[in-house]
């Protein structure tokens, strides 16, 4: 007799409730259809909506040297309303390819994170190694952030973990990366050969640096912003292209090559500062 083929198991489907009303992943009241009927298990896919809580609401990753696995995330708040979810700078955990919190099925071309309108990650690693958050493999899945998501890296550890995987399908034009690294430091933002939807440069701690490199070039599908207190210092000898609209409210700006504005409607260049151009 030959044998029957192994079907695939269907993930279970986690849904946030909030009934232990600390925001707390790890908190098993706080969720409904996960593996075991706890917290989330590795093979499950999480789902943060506002089904069953109707406000807005934050949802906080474990601290201590601790690791989260999932299979998926989708953040889908309703129209108007917010979903955060945070890995806190308290999350330690962290080596080299690895991460405080990663999510994937290791299915190629597979959109392991999604964030929709309204939802924000952020990514508050106070790990000393690894990406704090990370998909499975870029090679084996994306994060899609679709218009109105964002994601916030708001942590000294890489990027690397995410903006190689950034999703460029149709809807993440204008989905936003926003980089808030800690400190005042300077700090290279991955730059060369990437694409971003909506990029903004941020430092809340205090006024500093960004800076940029390398000879292929940065592409911004959606609006550049630099916000106060920023320098954005590229010695890039690849081109800029931007398709949405430049907002520089920061203390400078350099870039080495030209910028090119190749948006298919009308675009603005504006900010509380103005903007010298190497080449336009």
């Not at 998501?149 to 995987?165: D, E, F, L, W």
């Not at 730059?191 to 292929?216: D, E, V």
């Not at 959606?222 to 609209?245: E, H, K, Q």
Request: one cysteine or more; aromatic letters at 6%; proline letters at 4%.
């Amino acid at each position: 007799w030959g044998r029957l083929p192994v079907q695939p198991v269907a993930a279970a489907t986690c849904t946030w409730t909030g009934n232990a009303g600390d925001g707390l992943w790890a908190s098993p009241s706080n969720w409904t259809g996960c593996t075991g009927g706890g917290a989330p298990a590795s093979t499950d896919d999480v789902l943060l909506d506002n089904s069953t809580v109707a406000n807005d609401y934050t949802v906080t990753l474990p601290t201590g040297n601790v690791k989260v696995a999932i299979n998926k995330l989708t953040i889908a708040p309703n129209e108007g309303k917010t979903v955060t979810l945070v890995l806190p700078s308290g999350n330690i955990y962290g080596a080299s390819g690895d991460a405080g919190f990663v999510v994937g099925d290791a299915t190629s071309s597979t959109d392991d994170i999604i964030l929709n309108n309204g939802a924000i990650l952020k990514n508050s690693s106070g790990a000393t190694a690894g990406n704090g958050i990370q998909v499975n493999t870029p090679a084996n899945g994306t994060i899609r952030i679709n218009n109105g998501g964002k994601y916030i890296h708001n942590t000294s550890r890489s990027t690397g973990g995410i903006v190689p995987a950034l999703s460029t399908a149709s809807g993440t034009e204008t989905g936003i990366f926003e980089q808030d690294s800690p400190g005042t430091g300077s700090v290279a933002i991955s730059a060369s050969g990437r694409n971003y939807g909506t990029l903004i440069l941020t430092r809340s701690a205090g006024a500093a640096t960004y800076t940029a490199s390398g000879g292929s070039p940065l592409t911004v599908r959606g609006d550049f912003i630099i916000n106060s207190g920023v320098t954005f210092n590229s010695t890039m000898t690849a081109n800029m292209l931007v398709a949405g609209n430049w907002t520089h409210n920061g203390t400078a700006f350099s870039h080495n090559s030209t910028v090119i504005f190749n948006g298919t409607a009308e675009q603005t260049i504006g900010g509380s500062s103005a903007t010298t151009f190497n080449n336009l």
